[in-house]
Nanobody, 120 residues
Framework: QVQLVESGGGLVQPGGSLRLSCAAS????????MGWYRQVPGKQRELVAD???????KYADSVKGRFTISRDNAKNTVNLQMNSLKPEDTAVYYC??????????????WGQGTQVTVSS
């Protein structure tokens, strides 16, 4: 079993900052990638940012230059620093990780989600 536990999130005014953190634990053989997705009601979940084991990073165009993803491989954690937040960043943010639990088996795992609300 693998668990992803998120922290951070909350209410912030436009232009403000928040930091999300996610820690993976359990039967982890190797983490392939860690990242963040977000979802608003009535819309599909979308990629915000992702970082792979080699350090390669992807960002959604809408967050480039404002959000920064980082990863601590030793601690199996991933962070998302969100600056210059806009009302359209309001969503439930989900931590995601693709993890090998053995030499041959990998799966995608999700955190429980954390609400980010950007409003004055």
């Amino acid at each position: 079993q693998v668990q992803l536990v998120e922290s951070g999130g909350g209410l912030v005014q436009p232009g403000g900052s928040l930091r999300l953190s996610c820690a993976a634990s359990g039967s982890i053989f190797q983490i392939i990638s860690m990242g963040w997705y977000r979802q608003v009601p009535g819309k599909q979940r979308e990629l915000v940012a992702d970082i792979n084991a080699g350090g390669g990073i992807k960002y959604a165009d809408s967050v480039k230059g404002r959000f920064t993803i980082s990863r601590d491989n030793a601690k199996n954690t991933v962070n998302l620093q969100m600056n210059s937040l806009k009302p359209e960043d309001t969503a439930v943010y989900y931590c995601n990780s693709r993890i090998y639990t053995s030499t041959t088996r990998w799966d995608d795992y999700w955190g429980q989600g954390t609400q980010v609300t950007v409003s004055s």
